[in-house]
């Protein structure tokens, strides 16, 4: 008899299991929280400006010369918003003598 117990309690708890895994035993008594949407604003886009490439002239050496002080963004972000501003063109790939715009950073 004490056999038949334990295996009937052990039956029971893994099948307790099973439906609360399956299908959740709370799922009916839970109330439904109102959803809340929430949009985020479009990136905006940095500023720029347009300059002329000299000879000699890095996208870096452009932007440092423009701003005031030190860069207070990475190099990276400075490489993302050149690509941005010029239509995916990496900054190796500049020619002297074009005009391009680079980021402003203030």
Do not use: C, H, W
Not at 77 to 103: A, C, H, M, R, W
């Amino acid at each position: 008899m004490k056999r038949f117990f334990i295996t009937f309690v052990i039956l029971v708890t893994i099948y307790v299991i099973y439906i609360d895994l399956n299908e959740g035993t709370l799922s009916s008594t839970q109330k439904q929280e109102p959803s809340i949407e929430v949009q985020a604003s479009p990136e905006e886009a940095p500023l720029f400006f347009e300059q002329q490439v000299q000879s000699g002239d890095t996208v870096l050496s452009i932007v440092e010369e423009y701003s005031t002080g030190a860069l207070s963004v990475s190099l990276e972000t400075v490489v993302n918003d050149f690509q941005k501003l010029n239509g995916g063109l990496k900054p190796e790939d500049i020619q002297i003598g074009k005009s391009y715009s680079f980021p402003i950073y203030k």
